[in-house]
């Protein structure tokens, strides 16, 4: 083969791959990121943050465990404390086709200062919102719930509905404690839960949704409820949910160029 033609064949697929990659790549929402104040990341702070909860930014030095945190020991009013990021319409419709939530989280057991003890250990232990992440669209609410086992190991649980007053769903324990990260990957329609990398809960369809819609939302969401965890990411990505074929001009342009080529080889000769 002419090796004008073969170099015009090397540009085209270039182009091809190209293209391909740039509609497939993930497109970050929203990110907080080690001890980073998350007001000052975009988030936006909600709730009184008083009353037992504690509150502020463990710098350990390395991005790994440096973290934000929120401790809510409390069940008196006003001591739940979140962080919203509210997507923008152009942000919600790349969410229709693919999302990814991600939290990597440290829970923490309720000892420290005042050590809780007895029923209140216990309901700070138990998976509720005062440990959650959470993405909602107009309809649907896909939310992480977050705490331990009696040996102090992370349970998180695919919130789908209500017994009583706790969150119920299935759950996954995390055989060993200290920081993981958690990840909903969203994609034709249900969603799948992955602890470091590795998937151990699929087909989740989270519950119904008819109030604080198209938001992305993490941190102690209600006053009644107890636990804290140590937050070094949380971040929101959308994607497409499989990579959208190369459009057809580029084989519009490839066929083009192609002919040009030909055309100039046979003028040469």
């Not at 992480?144 to 695919?158: A, R």
Request: aromatic share 10%; net charge negative; charged share 15%.
């Amino acid at each position: 083969m002419n090796s004008i033609i073969k170099k015009g064949l090397m540009v085209v697929t270039l182009l091809a791959f190209t293209c391909m990659a740039s509609v497939a790549t993930a497109s970050m929402v929203a990110l907080h990121q080690g001890a980073n104040d998350p007001t000052t990341e975009g988030w936006t702070g909600n709730g009184f943050g008083n009353a037992g909860l504690v509150e502020g930014a463990k710098d350990t030095g390395d991005p790994s465990t440096s973290a934000w945190f929120i401790n809510d020991k409390s069940e008196n009013f006003g001591s739940s404390k979140r962080y919203l990021y509210y997507l923008t319409e152009d942000e919600k419709t790349e969410a229709a086709t693919g999302w990814a939530l991600s939290a990597r989280i440290n829970l923490l057991d309720g000892s420290g200062a005042p050590p809780l003890s007895g029923e209140l250990l216990e309901n700070y232990k138990t998976p509720n919102m005062a440990v959650m992440v959470e993405f909602a669209t107009d309809t649907t609410a896909y939310r992480m719930d977050f705490g331990l086992d009696d040996y102090n190991n992370p349970v998180v649980m695919l919130q789908d509905g209500w017994a009583g007053d706790h969150s119920q769903g299935n759950s996954y324990i995390v055989p060993t404690d200290g920081f993981h990260e958690y990840t909903l990957i969203f994609q034709n329609d249900a969603a799948s839960l992955l602890v470091d990398g590795v998937e151990v809960l699929s087909g989740y369809t989270g519950s119904t949704n008819n109030v604080h819609a198209n938001r992305v939302a993490w941190g102690a969401f209600f006053d009644g409820s107890l636990g804290g965890a140590e937050y070094n990411i949380v971040k929101f990505e959308t994607s497409p949910a499989n990579p959208v074929p190369v459009p057809g001009s580029i084989f519009l342009l490839s066929g083009g160029l192609i002919a040009g080529l030909i055309f100039r080889m046979k003028r040469a000769k």
